[in-house]
Each structure stands twice: as structure tokens, then as C-alpha cells.
């Protein structure tokens, strides 16, 4: 059999506690969380380098996204009352066309 010493179990407990305490990115922990963003929150992006993913810092916070969705939709609602204006001003256009063919006849 083999004898280990004494001083072994004390060196492995080292061992242990020294490469827990040591700062790896294998070690990083990301914690899920299904609340609502605070203010001030950023977007974090995936990025792929080497054979290996990583979390990296944007400039983007949740905010922004949050002032951006509302800009997209009042954009949009400005252009469908823009494509009903324009459709309003086509059905004129029509009508002033029939108008002057009208005319046009009477006065010949």
C-alpha cells in the first residue's frame, strides 16, 4: 500500500482553498434573474475570440432600448398618418383630373 504522510491532507486542504480563492474566468458566475432592469442597466454583448465565448460591456443600457422602442413606435404611427395623407391626396388629385376632363369638354 501507499503511505502518505501526515502533512498531505493538510497540503490538499491548501491545495483547495488557494485555487478557489484565485480570481479564473472559468470560475465567473452569471446569475439569471427574471426581474424588471433598473435604471442605469447595460446590455451586455456575446462576443466569440480563440474557440470561446465571452460576456463583454456595451454602451448600450437598458434604458436606451427601452427609449427606442417608443421612438420606433411613434415613428411608425407618424408614417401611417403620413401614407393616409398621401392616399387623401391622391383620391384630390383624381378628382381635380375628372374635373378639368369635365371642363375641358364644356368648353369645347
Given at each position: 500500500m501507499r503511505s502518505f504522510s501526515k502533512s498531505s491532507p493538510v497540503l490538499l486542504a491548501t491545495a483547495l482553498i488557494a485555487s478557489l480563492a484565485l480570481p479564473l474566468p472559468?470560475?465567473?458566475?452569471?446569475?439569471?434573474?427574471?426581474?424588471?432592469?433598473?435604471?442605469?442597466?447595460?446590455?451586455?454583448?456575446?462576443?466569440?475570440?480563440?474557440?470561446?465565448?465571452?460576456?463583454?460591456?456595451?454602451?448600450?443600457?437598458?434604458?436606451?432600448?427601452?427609449?427606442?422602442?417608443?421612438?420606433?413606435?411613434?415613428?411608425?404611427?407618424?408614417?401611417?398618418e403620413l401614407k393616409r395623407i398621401v392616399s387623401e391626396q391622391q383620391r384630390t388629385i383624381e378628382e381635380l383630373k375628372r374635373t378639368v376632363e369635365d371642363l375641358s369638354r364644356k368648353v369645347k
Open positions: 472559468a470560475l465567473a458566475v452569471i446569475e439569471v434573474s427574471s426581474g424588471n432592469p433598473s435604471f442605469g442597466d447595460k446590455i451586455p454583448a456575446l462576443h466569440y475570440e480563440y474557440d470561446k465565448y465571452t460576456l463583454v460591456k456595451t454602451g448600450i443600457g437598458a434604458d436606451d432600448l427601452e427609449s427606442m422602442q417608443k421612438s420606433l413606435k411613434n415613428t411608425s404611427g407618424n408614417v401611417e
